[in-house]
Every structure is written in structure tokens, then in C-alpha cells.
């Protein structure tokens, strides 16, 4: 393996400041291009998988949806939730109040069923300068969520594929859509840098769903070395990468980790994007984009027919938004916000419960997931946490076989609270497990 | 038959207006509770199956998708284009500008996942006025449209059942959802007064899909007699009946008619509607009510981890706006501007080329099928039309079995123009028809 340079040499060398090499090499790191060995320096990592044996130590945990009357809720730890109060709410009711005018005829009819063009430019030229994402309006399908899109996409493979392969753990919300489809989920474990390939030879699958900028739940980025060797099996076994950028506005060490697909040279990849994460989940909007080979059935087999489920307002609005250059200056601000709380949700957990806890996918997103070593099982964890007002959530529903879910493990969400909400609810957790 | 009393009779027997006693009768015709014989009077229905055999002249027809460069349109008689010019933008703004306030916090993050239940209220208070629709919050889902509602039922319907039946002709935006869900679509074929019940029968599908209060695209009602058949069928069959009421509020001879739900005392009817005709079709929002044996799957299957797909500013708006009375206003305004519509399109027919045309489905909706007796072939006269400036529509696509269509027919769509428009783009196709 080669060796990088020191920091102080490389700035010396090129009349940089330190920082900036310092930066430089962190997202080498975070993209896994690079690797750094304690004491000896940063190596650049050879283009070939290198097995890890998975983290997790696997246990029966008896997992019981918990619907008891409960005391108050004080700290919701919810994922999903965002944090409103940074939403430019002025300005999205400006421009909205904009596209509700009696002159905006238009606007009043059914729109175009892929999506309107006009956002459709915006949303291209954003995913090229922030994501790689090499792509023409024409490939982009916009609608009211992944799991919608992700519908329309099971359609269009169905005729010919009836299996695919999933990250496990991973989201529970696409692998019940897919078995709704008829198609056959197959799990595939994950290793410390993602999805297990060789696995995924074995499964002889043609699909596979993956989160490589951000794994859900687990938080791992797939590297550069893996991400060739997935798209080497898509090439090899005529397969479809279906690639889900759900929060990858949302990366503290560094920058965003460029899409997948920007480094498919063969077109076997759809990308997936969503407004919910960094704008807001309830204006319902998030998009796709085909591969060509997919955009000709899209095209001839009466998917046409299928109306648009996005308001045309809110795709005028947010096209207005993202052109003038609110939507650039919105992510930079909420990476910010969440930056900050992701720090002070770290410092205090380290600070307040580090001796026995263990946190896991930290440094991007708007969660973490946290194994808890006092002797509770996941269902002990969120009970106790309960009674002390604080909501914390189960990982082991994002397993096919929840049995295999690590057995003390729970999910943080921190986009919805406040500093302070973090700070207090990382304290009331505490209370609630120490006893242990 | 027992033969009603004289409208004058009645009148003045009952001490009210000759022209109440006409309205009620008209209605009573309108729901097939009653039948007019020339010169004769009126006489109630025995409640049997009357078999009418069907009215279309079958004939082979080469329809062939336009797609060439054409003149400028004039006048778009598209179906699904509504009179924008009577929504109430500057309520329903102050409305919207309520719900894009940065108290209004629970609306910045993911919503329940059946719909906003505040809305559901209210559509359940409508639906129970207006149509006569018995349900409770609890079995009202919020979608994006009725195909994505239709999507849902699909697949909670797929354990058990693999085919469905269809009017033919009828929606094929429905028709190939339930194709693309891998249903077997069974034709039904239609008669005078609706689906043939028979041929229901001798499918031996136990889910049907009908539009009673209006049969699209050709008009008529389904009757009381047909009505009860039809829940009879269901009862014997273990059957389901989906019903779309698609644009029942506007029926221009008397009252609308109550829903079939509204006659099934044995819970087998998925009752469909939308805000798409009546409010605006880009809003997206379509409402399905489950019968108690689909809400249990529903709640249980794991359905609850389908997002809903509607914005949750929209629904909030929707619910303050149904909640104030403007809802029912609307309805009120909208039943009146269309029929004068309606009205305008009829009486220029009759006028201009009544000689050589026979209007069918007229009295509700939003649009008319046109029979044209001039020896062209629909696309002759659709590109004839076009020619002129004025776009018309085939109605071919909408039978599984296109070449069973009528030879000679087109849909003309009268909501999005004006009454000026109307008249003027029935000459149009006049000045491009009368040639032949």
C-alpha cells in the first residue's frame, strides 16, 4: 500500500495551510479511499473487498410492540422527525402565494404525470453539483415519497424479476412494500463497510436495494472499493442497483459522499432522492431516476396513465425555491443546525452514559443508534426510557429475521429536538437505565 | 306496475307546487325508481333484472395514437380540465397562509399514515349528507388519487383474489393499475342501465370495480333495481363491489344520487371519491372508505409503514375549508356553473349538428360521448377536429377490447372552458365535420 504524505509536509509543499490538507484527507477517509493506521500514517487502499466479519453480537431479544397507556412524552427521539423551526416558512409562503393566483392557470389542471419539467431541471442541476448524479429531466420521476416511487419501480420490474436483495438490517418501510409486490425479499448481512457482495452472489438476485452514502440503520458509507465491486456484479449478472440517497444532504466529516450512480458507467443503476430529510416530510416529495433502460418501458407501458401524486402548487413552489437559490443556502444551514446537535447529542451521551454505552453510524444523517451495555434487552431499554418521558425506538423491526437483531440496541432520532431537548433527554435516559 | 298519481294531482292534493312534485319525480326516474311511458304516466319498477340488450352499434375501427406536429388548439375539450376560474383562490390562500405558520408544528413533520384525521371527520360529515355514505373516520383513507388508493386495495386484496371485474367500457387509468398488480381484468359488458349483471356472474371474479352514480365514460345511472341485484351478487359470491363515485356532485336533472355503500347493509363496498373534479385535480387528494373486514388487514398487514402521500399543509387547508362551510358552497357554485355548461354544449349540438349527432350520457358530469353519423372513423374525426383547432377525444382506449369500440364516437370534456368556448368550439367541429 502507498503512504500519503504527512499533513505538515503535503501543506509545506504545496504553500497550503494545514487545514485544508487536513480536510482533504478526511474525506478520503470518509469515502474510503484512504485508510489511516494508528502511528504509522494515512495508506491508500488497494481496489479489492477485504472481508470483515459483521460487528454485531447476534442475540434472542424478545421484541414487543408496546402500546400501553404511557406518562408524558418529553423527549421524542423519533426519527423521521426535522427540525421546523429552521424552515424559511416565509419565504416557501411567498413564493406558494405566488403559484396561487388566479392567472397561474395552469397550475389548476393535472400536470405532467412523470413530474413538471421545470422542477425536473432544478432538481438535475442540483444532483449534478452536489451529488455526482449524472442524469437529463427526462429521467426523473417525481412522487409523493420513496416508497410511492419505489411502487412504480416493483411494476416495472415485475415482468421480469421477482426477487431482490436488501441490506439486513435495513429500512422495513421498502422491504414490506417490495413483499406487497409479490417479490421475494432476500437479506444481506452487512459487514463494517456495508453489504456483504459475496452474499450477494450467493442469493442469485438480480435487485438489490442499497443506502451506500449512509446505511440505514447502521450508518456505514460503502467505499469506493466496494461500491466498484457492486457495480461489477450488476454488470456481470445483468443486474439493477436501486440506490437510496435518502439523507445525504447531511455529512459532518467532510463533505457529501458522492452518489453511486455517479461512478456507473452502464447505466445499471436508479437513484433515489427525497425533499423529506432536509426540507420538510410533509410536503411529500421525493424523486427517481431511471436508467435509460428503464425510461423506454416507463415510457410505452402505459405508465403514463398513472396520475401525478405531488401537488403541482408545491412542485411550483419548490421549483421556485430551488431557483433561486434558497434550497443551496437551506441545506447549508440545516447540515449546520444538525451538525451542532449532533455534537451535543455525542458529547453527552460520551460525557453522561459513555461507560456503558456504545454509539454506532455517528458523523452523518439524523440518527445514531446506541447499544447500551447494562444488561437490558431493546424492549427493557424503550420501556424503561419511557417512564421517564423519553422516546427511543426499536432497530429490531428493521431486520427480516428479528431475531438476529442485536439485543440492546435502540435508535435516536435528534432532527426534531432542540439543544437543550438533546442535552435533557440524553439525562433522562440515563436515569432510566443506570439502575440497571 | 303500479302507476304514480299526476304531477297535477299530486300538486294539489299535497297542497305543494306542481314543480316540487316534478323535481321528485324527475329524481325518482333519474335513480330508476320509476319509469315514464309516452302518453301513458309513470309507473314504479318491479324491483327484477330487466335484461335491455346493449345500445352500441359494434363496428371495426382503426384507432391510431396522434402524435404528429398539429395546428394550434383553440379549444380543448379534455376531460379532467375543471373551471379554475370559480375556485375560491383567495380563501383557500388564507386558508393555506393559516397552515404555513411556524406555530402550527405538528404540520412540519410526517403526518398518520391512513390521513389527517381531523380531515377524515370531515369527509365523513359530508359524505354521510351528500351522499348518504355510512361510515366512520376510522375506514376513510387519504391518498393521492384514487389509482393510488386503488394501488393500496390491490395489494391488501391480493392474498385472496386474483381477478376483478370491469365495465366495459370503463377507466382504463383503473384497468391497468389492477394489470400492472397482476389482476386478471374481466370485461363486463354494459346494457342500457349498467354492468350486465349476468355476465358478472359467469365471470366468476369476486371483485368488481363500477362507477353506478355515472358510468364512465357513457353516462347512465345504474338504477335501484340493478343496485340491489348487485349487492345480492355480492352476498352470494362472497364478493367485493368497489365503487368509484367519481363526480356524483354534479347531476343537472334533480338531486345527486345516494351512493350504493349507502344501500349495503352487509359491508361489502369500497366506496371511492375524490376532490379532483369538484375542487382542483393538482391539489391530489382522493379518499377511499374500507368496509370493515378490509380495515382489519389494513391496520394489521403492516400498511401502517406506507407514508401517506398527501401533503399535510394541503389536507389541513382542505379540513379548515370543509370545516367552514366552503366546501358545500363550492359544490353548490360548481353544480351550477356546469350546468350551464352543460346546457351550452347540448343546446349548440341540437342547434349546429343535432341532424347529424347523438349526444349519450348527458344530464351529469363532466363530460358528454358524442356519436357522430358522418361516415368518419374516430380518428378521422379527431383529426378532422384538429385540424380546426379544436381537441376531442377518442374513446376507444377506455375498452380492454378497443376493437369493440364504437366506430364513430368521441368524448368531449366541457369543464375547463368557457360557456364562449363551448359555443364556439362546437362550431369548429361543425365547420371540420360537416364536410364528410
Redesign the interface.
Known amino acids: 500500500m502507498t503512504r500519503l504524505p504527512s499533513i505538515r509536509a503535503l501543506a509545506s509543499h504545496l504553500h497550503i495551510s494545514r487545514n485544508t490538507v487536513e480536510q482533504a484527507y478526511h474525506q478520503l477517509i470518509a469515502e474510503g479511499y484512504v485508510q489511516s493506521r494508528p502511528r504509522s500514517g494515512l495508506f491508500v487502499i488497494a481496489l479489492e473487498l477485504e472481508k470483515i466479519p459483521a460487528p454485531s453480537t447476534v442475540r434472542q431479544t424478545s421484541f414487543e410492540p408496546s402500546k400501553q397507556v404511557k406518562p408524558l412524552v418529553q423527549y421524542d427521539f423519533r426519527y423521521?422527525?426535522?427540525d421546523?423551526?429552521h424552515?424559511p416558512?416565509s419565504i416557501?409562503?411567498k413564493l406558494?402565494?405566488q403559484c396561487?393566483?388566479?392567472e397561474q392557470?395552469e397550475?389548476?389542471?393535472?400536470?405532467d404525470s412523470q413530474g413538471e419539467y421545470e422542477l425536473r431541471v432544478e432538481i438535475c442541476k442540483y444532483l449534478y453539483g452536489s451529488r455526482g448524479v449524472n442524469c437529463s429531466p427526462n429521467q426523473i420521476v417525481i412522487g409523493?415519497?420513496v416508497?410511492?416511487l419505489l411502487?412504480i419501480l416493483a411494476?416495472l420490474m415485475?415482468s421480469s424479476q421477482s426477487s431482490i436483495g436488501m441490506e439486513e438490517p435495513g429500512y422495513?418501510?421498502v422491504r414490506?412494500?417490495f413483499q406487497?409486490?409479490?417479490f421475494h425479499v432476500h437479506p444481506i448481512s452487512l459487514e463494517q463497510d456495508g453489504l456483504n457482495i459475496h452474499e450477494l452472489y450467493e442469493s442469485n438476485t438480480k435487485v438489490v436495494y442499497i443506502t451506500p452514502s449512509h446505511q440505514f440503520p447502521y450508518g456505514m458509507v460503502m467505499p469506493f472499493a466496494k461500491r466498484i465491486q457492486l457495480l461489477k456484479w450488476a454488470e456481470e449478472q445483468d443486474g439493477l442497483i436501486i440506490e437510496d440517497d435518502y439523507d445525504s444532504e447531511f455529512r459532518y466529516d467532510g463533505k457529501p459522499i458522492p452518489a453511486l450512480q455517479s461512478l456507473d458507467a452502464h447505466h445499471r443503476t436508479v437513484y433515489l432522492g427525497t425533499f423529506?430529510k432536509c426540507l420538510?416530510?410533509?410536503?411529500?416529495i421525493a424523486y427517481m431516476v431511471l436508467p435509460p433502460t428503464l425510461l423506454a418501458p416507463y415510457h410505452t407501458q402505459?405508465y403514463r396513465?398513472?396520475?401525478?401524486?405531488?401537488?403541482?402548487?408545491?412542485q411550483k413552489t419548490l421549483e421556485l425555491f430551488m431557483r433561486n437559490g434558497h434550497w443551496e443556502a437551506h441545506i447549508r444551514k440545516m447540515r449546520n443546525v444538525y451538525q451542532k446537535k449532533h455534537s451535543a447529542l455525542l458529547e453527552t451521551i460520551q460525557a453522561v452514559m459513555g461507560h456503558y454505552t456504545t454509539v454506532v453510524g455517528q458523523g452523518a444523517g439524523l440518527h445514531i443508534l446506541l447499544r447500551v451495555h447494562n444488561g437490558m434487552s431493546e424492549s427493557e431499554l424503550i420501556h424503561a426510557a419511557a417512564n421517564e418521558g423519553v422516546k427511543v425506538y426499536a432497530v429490531s423491526p428493521f431486520w427480516a429475521r428479528p431475531d438476529q437483531a442485536e439485543a440492546s440496541m435502540v435508535q435516536l432520532g435528534f432532527g426534531?429536538l432542540s439543544m437543550d431537548e438533546i442535552v435533557m433527554g440524553v439525562h433522562a435516559l440515563h436515569r432510566s437505565w443506570r439502575h440497571s
Not at 107 to 111: E, I, N, P, Q
Not at 280 to 284: D, F, K
Not at 305 to 314: E, G, K, P
Open positions: 423521521g422527525n426535522v421546523a423551526s424552515f416558512v416557501w409562503r406558494s402565494n396561487l393566483q388566479p392557470v397550475l389548476f389542471s393535472y400536470g409523493a415519497g416508497q410511492y411502487g411494476r415485475r422495513d418501510g414490506t412494500m406487497h409486490y409479490g423529506s420538510l416530510p410533509s410536503l411529500r402505459d396513465l398513472y396520475d401525478q401524486t405531488v401537488s403541482r402548487f408545491h426534531g
